[in-house]
C-alpha cells in the first residue's frame, strides 16, 4: 500500500520538488566521497583526494535509502542524481586523466578476452572504458548502458568514431529487455564496475541484475571491480544471481584507493577463466 501511494506520488510537484533537493544532496555526496567537487579546481591528478571512511558510509545508506522506493521512483531518483552530476562535472570521477583511474582501467580491461564477441558494461557513465575496449577490440561488439541520459550523450560523444560500440539507456533492472530491443540477446562479457552499491542494498542489487542472467551466453565472464568493503557485500551475491561459478578474485593494493576484481564464469565453461 505504501509502495503504491509512493509510486503514485512519483509524478506530484512535491515529488518533483523533492528529487531536486535530492540531486543536490547527492552532488554533495558525492563531492565528499570523491574529493571532486563541481565548481571547484579539480585535485591534482594523483594528489590522492579520495574518501572518508564517513563520507563512503553516508554515500552507501543514501543510495541504499533511494533502493527502498518503489522501483519507478528509484529509477527516477537515480537517474536524476545522475544528470545533475553529468550536469555540473562532465568527467565527475576524472576519468580522464586521474592516474588511479588509469590503473584500474587497465586493471579491468585485462580481464576482458580480446576475442570477446559481445562485451557489456552496465553503468558505463561517459564511456570511457567502452572506448578503450572499442578500439583495441575492433572484431567485438561493445555495448554501454546507462541510467543517465548526460552520461549516455558524453558516451556517445567519445565513442562516435568507434564503429563497434554502442550506447544505450537504460537501468540495471531494465538492462534484460533493453538489451534485447537493441537485438543483444547472448552476451559473452558483461562487466560492471563501480556501480553496484548505487543500486541499494546486495538484496535489491542482486533482484536488479538477476534479470540480465536470461541474455547471457552459456560460458560468458562476469567481471565485477568495487573497493573492497563493497565487494565483500556485492560480488559473490551477484555472481549467484547471475548463475555464474566464480573463478578468479584479485585484491589489488592501489596506493590510492584499493579494489578487487572478482570474475565468475555461467555454466558449465568455469574452466574457460
Ligand atoms: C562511478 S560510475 C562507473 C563508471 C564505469 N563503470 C567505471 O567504473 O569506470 C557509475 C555509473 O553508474 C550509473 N548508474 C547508477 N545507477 C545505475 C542504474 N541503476 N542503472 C544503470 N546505470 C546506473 C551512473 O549513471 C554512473 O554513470
Redesign the pocket.
Known sequence: MLCTSLGDAAGSPAFARWVRCARLLAVAAHGAVSGVVPGRPRARPGSGATASAAGDWLHRRLYEGIGLLPPRAA?RV?GGF?DTLFAVAPDP?N?ADRPYELRK?EALLRQVPPDAGVVV?????DG??LRELGTRMPGSRVMG????AR?VAGARRRVADVPNVRVLR????GAGRVLDAAGVHEVDVLVV???LY??GAPSVATSEIAGLARVLAPGARIVL?HPPSDARRFHEPVLRALRAEPVTHDAFADQERPFVIDVGVVGDRCDAA
Open positions: 529509477q537515480r545522475f570521477w576519468y582501467r558494461e552496465l553503468g558505463c557513465a570511457h572504458n548502458l546507462d541510467i543517465s552520461a537504460g537501468s540495471v533492472a564496475a563501480e556501480t548505487y543500486l571491480l
